[in-house]
């Protein structure tokens, strides 16, 4: 049996590369990408000369079978994606759950995401959290933001640019404009930001500044109520 890795990729900085990363994509027999010219950008940086071959979400489905085949074979194969860790909204889930079905070694390397960073920096609680990644962009986006109107934990979402501002719009009407929140964009990148404060506060800023560049949009979960709270909102209610 080979083995497969998920090896994660810089999401801005190329110095977010791991030493491990390199040799692993030096040593494997073959590398998975979802874009070739992207991905041969990073290996010609890393003077890395192996073989790309594409696998995205529009072909995963039908190529997956051969490649377990290939390491059932004994081949290592890696896959990376354009930017981040494989499977975290991009492609990975799939072929990582064929291989492992058909009792090949995966193994996924620690290191680059774009939601880690902005999670912690967002100075919201990141003990307990939930990654959303992308909304739907249509069917079922609203009744899947309603599903999270109670949710304690803090809530994390991928957005593009084009839809920041409607999509923070939709998060104050479900989750209220006092809503606390961070807006980072151009994660590990020269131009790196985040926009801290309200829904209101955020949802203002970006309305003045265009935005640019991809986000992670970092949401506080719902207050619970205080245990001493509930008991004066049940003695309010008897007294009445």
Request: aromatic share 8%; hydrophobic share 35%.
């Amino acid at each position: 049996m080979g083995i497969l890795y998920l090896v994660p990729t810089p999401v801005g900085n190329m110095e977010d590369m791991t030493l491990r990363a390199i040799r692993v994509l030096k040593e494997a027999d073959l590398v998975l990408c979802e874009d070739t010219r992207t991905s041969g950008i990073l290996l010609k940086h890393f003077e890395i000369r192996n073989r790309l071959i594409s696998h995205h979400k529009f072909n995963e489905h039908s190529t997956s079978a051969g490649i377990v085949n290939r390491l059932k074979a004994g081949e290592t194969i890696a896959l990376i994606s354009d930017a981040g860790t494989p499977g975290i909204s991009d492609p990975g889930f799939f072929l990582a759950r064929e291989a492992a079905a058909s009792g090949v070694t995966v193994q996924t390397l620690p290191g680059a995401t774009a939601f880690v960073p902005a999670l912690v920096s967002s100075g919201l609680p990141c003990d307990r959290f939930c990654f959303e990644g992308f909304l739907p962009q249509k069917k079922g986006r609203r009744t899947h933001l309603e599903s999270l109107s109670e949710e304690t934990r803090t809530m994390v979402f991928y957005e593009s640019p084009y839809r920041v501002v409607k999509t923070l719009e939709q998060f104050a009407e479900v989750f209220g404009t006092e809503r606390q929140a961070s807006c980072c964009r151009e994660i590990s990148k020269v131009h790196e930001e985040s926009v801290r404060g309200t829904l209101a506060e955020v949802i203002a800023h970006f309305k003045e500044t265009e935005p640019r560049g991809e986000f992670v949009i970092v949401v506080a979960g719902k207050e619970k109520v205080k245990s001493s709270d509930r008991k004066k909102q049940t003695d309010k209610t008897y007294n009445v």
